[in-house]
């Protein structure tokens, strides 16, 4: 172990946040929420690095259970601070990790809402008629035909499509990518907006979709614009984009029963394994998916297939 244990906890999570940033190539949105629990951590502990105890971090979690935070937001507190100090143990600056064997107050595991099949069915009941419209068809498709996560969407390029193969290929969490198959529905709503897309004769890096100014659209449009569209179409607004993710997820699941090829199509990791996805056969995927999910209906007749 080096001298610089000494150091003060603030130059700790400084230099912590730099290796999420710079080595580990973590998204802004991961990163501050890092800094705001590190933050409000190192404000409470007036010792350096080197002589924060256990006593400490318990001291720390009674803390914030006082302050009334819920215990699934004090398990998130106290993993970053987990992290911090794993950090620290790997650069030899300090012996132990001393967060290592607090424990938190139980939460209950509430899964997200969820549409059932027939309320999906109404979401997409409307005939796109607008630029505006067709983009928010095409969204929606892919959020609950593709499983998508928010800033997967967002980040999309024209260039990740494949329309005539049925795929796009995302970027996930940790800036790994998968390939996503795409139903019929999804590739028609794709080809609608497409075609009112205000760079339709650009090239490079051109986002898929966009908001005002022709730039990139935002994480909160899209997610007003999903309010919007369920007061329309399901007369509520408690609609948001995890709810159509983890709606793909139940009813493919309840079609399927293939738990892996779900995980997969997910981009989900498995955290027991330092986020080491299952990985399956794209093929294989594409054949539960076509035959499983409610919009990926095949049409039996494949002897006339459309040309575009």
Known sequence: ?????????????????????????????????????????????EVPVSRVTSHDINAYVAH??????????????????????????SRRLIRSNPAAGVRTPKSRHRLPGTLDTDQASKLFDFEARTPRQKRDKAMVELFYGSGLRLSELVGINRADLDLDAGFVTVL?????????????????????????????????????????GRQRISPRAVQNRLKVLAA??????????HMLRHSFASH?????GDLRAVQELLGHSDLGTTQIYTHLDFQHLAKVYDAAHPRAEVQQDTSTSESD
């Open 1 to 45: 172990m080096t001298d610089s244990g000494a150091r003060p906890l603030e130059t700790a999570v400084d230099d912590f946040l730099d290796h999420l940033k710079f080595e580990k190539d973590y998204s802004a949105h991961t990163i501050a929420a890092y800094r705001r629990d590190l933050t409000r951590f190192a404000r409470r502990i």
């Open 252 to 256: 493919l699941l309840e079609s399927s």
């Open 172 to 212: 996930g969490k940790g800036r790994k990518t998968r390939q996503v198959p795409l139903g019929r529905y999804c590739v028609q709503a794709i080809r609608d907006w497409l075609a009112e897309h205000p760079f339709a004769s650009a090239g490079g890096d051109v986002p898929l979709f966009t908001g005002r």
């Open 64 to 89: 914030l259970h006082s302050r009334g935070l819920a215990p699934r937001s004090i398990q998130r507190a106290l993993s970053s601070v987990r992290s911090l100090f794993s950090y620290m143990q």
């Open 232 to 241: 329309t179409q399901l007369g509520s607004t408690d609609l948001h984009p």
